[in-house]
């Protein structure tokens, strides 16, 4: 049988174990460049990031901007910050990316799959028919797509009229 190569450059920096030093979900200090911190949206309450290791093309990730790793410590008026832009969202990725649908929810404490849970975060991955086929039965293998850069110029205008 013929070897085959998935060949995907970019996802050397997750593999390596590079990651941010501290927190990738409280905000920086200084405005960071996309290829670094790919933030879509933030206010006073939520932030929106694109995902630089995605499950599918358009992973993105609403947290909280208080740095808190449960979902009861919400305080109401942050909850609803955050389902309104989860909202927002989805109307957006329906709108740009024309996905059939969505995977949206919280993974809660490590076991749970959470890469952070020191930082509560939502996740929405995008999900179009027959996305994954065979990929998902491969060891850990997923199939983006576009570059999460290419994403980000798509999307960020869309989430600037939010503002």
Not at 22 to 40: A, S, Y
Not at 137 to 158: F, G, M, N, T, W
Request: overall charge neutral.
């Amino acid at each position: 049988m013929e070897r085959r190569i998935l060949w995907a450059p970019w996802r050397g920096e997750y593999v390596s174990g590079k990651k941010e030093k501290g927190c990738i979900f409280c905000p920086p200090k200084e405005k960071l460049p996309p290829e670094v911190r790919p933030i879509l949206y933030q206010d006073d309450l939520v932030m929106v990031m694109l995902n630089k290791f995605p499950y599918n093309t358009g992973h993105l990730l609403i947290s909280p901007i208080r740095h808190i790793a449960e979902l009861e410590d919400l305080t109401e008026e942050e909850a609803l910050a955050l389902m309104k832009m989860t909202q927002e969202s989805l109307k957006i990725l329906k709108n740009i990316l024309k996905p059939d649908g969505f995977n949206v929810g919280f993974n809660l404490g490590k076991v749970a799959g959470a890469g952070y849970p020191e930082h509560l975060h939502l996740q929405i991955v995008p999900r179009w028919e027959g996305d994954v086929n065979f990929l998902c039965i491969l060891d850990d293998v997923r199939l983006a797509s576009q570059h999460y850069l290419k994403v980000y110029e798509l999307l960020k205008p869309h989430f600037d009229n939010l503002k």
